[in-house]
């Protein structure tokens, strides 16, 4: 059974850090592309960073890149995202989904994505 598993969500402080983890069992990263997603409380669930495990391309929200990184842990079948510098509109509900890497696919979009994890609630106060 394929599963993504979100976790490293909490509550932290202005400015400061957190490691989201998405764990994936029952099938191995190779050629996935895996994104995080954010959803803020009463608003749409926004795109944040996508990696290719197969030809490691990286993407991140505009506003975000030097903030956020991306990474991927491929013996442990895991994705990382780094949030540095956080700040109270980072709070949000972060998950990860999975599809296999094929050309020309919107990796932005939500919908692109067939494995999703449960989310995992980060909460950065001011």
């Known amino acids: 059974e394929v599963q993504l598993q979100a976790s490293g969500g909490g509550l932290g402080a202005g400015w400061g850090s957190l490691r989201l983890s998405c764990a994936a069992s029952g099938f191995t990263f190779h050629d996935y592309v895996i994104g995080w997603f954010r959803q803020a409380p009463g608003k749409e669930r926004e795109w944040v960073s996508h990696?290719?495990?197969?030809?490691?391309?990286?993407e991140y929200l505009d506003s975000l890149k030097g903030r956020f990184t991306i990474s991927v842990d491929n013996a442990m079948n895991t994705v990382f995202l780094q949030m540095n510098s956080q700040r109270p509109e980072d709070t949000a509900v972060y998950s990860c989904?999975?599809?296999?890497?094929?050309?020309?696919?919107?990796?932005?979009?939500?919908?692109?994505?067939?494995?999703w994890g449960q989310g995992t609630l980060v909460t950065v106060s001011s």
């Open positions: 990696i290719n495990t197969g030809d490691g391309t990286i």
């Open positions: 989904a999975a599809i296999k890497s094929i050309h020309l696919r919107d990796y932005y979009d939500y919908a692109t994505y067939n494995y």
